[in-house]
């Protein structure tokens, strides 16, 4: 599902104001916002403080919105946007606090990390990426570790 608006009459859109915010009915679902993380991987064992997201498709303009990383778990981090114009828009948000990482299960060497990008408190288009934790790699997978 979209989440932007999709509406038959823009103004019953209550984001239809807004530039980039109402996909008409005919445009269909290519127009969908979609994000691609970096690191898409990130091991315990490294320091990386941020992640880079490339949001692509139709979402609204982010000049003057509270926009931040939802990571779920009561977690949050305001989002610095570098690029907001054109069919893409490049930001970078905080990591999860390391002691806010959940649990990779017993048994298991990686956990998938959802994340959200919310503009003004809505989600508008949503991700994830991967923790691992080499260490649990070589216990698990001895013969190919």
């Not at 989440?3 to 269909?28: D, F, H, K, T, Y």
């Amino acid at each position: 599902m979209c989440p932007v608006c999709r509406c038959s009459i823009q103004r019953e859109c209550a984001w239809g104001p807004l530039a980039r915010s109402w996909i008409g009915m005919g445009e269909g679902p290519q127009q969908c916002p979609s994000m691609t993380l970096t690191p898409p991987e990130i091991s315990l064992s490294t320091d990386i403080k941020d992640v880079g997201i490339l949001i692509n498709g139709s979402v609204p303009d982010l000049v003057g919105s509270r926009v931040e990383c939802d990571y779920g778990l009561g977690v949050a981090t305001a989002a610095t946007v570098h690029l907001d114009y054109g069919p893409a828009q490049i930001q970078t948000c905080p990591l999860l606090p390391r002691e806010r990482y959940p649990n990779i299960p017993p048994g298991r060497d990686h956990l998938t990390v959802p994340v959200a990008i919310k503009v003004n408190g809505t989600s508008v288009v949503s991700g994830s990426f991967v923790i691992y934790d080499c260490e649990r790699t070589g216990a698990i997978h001895t013969k190919t570790a």
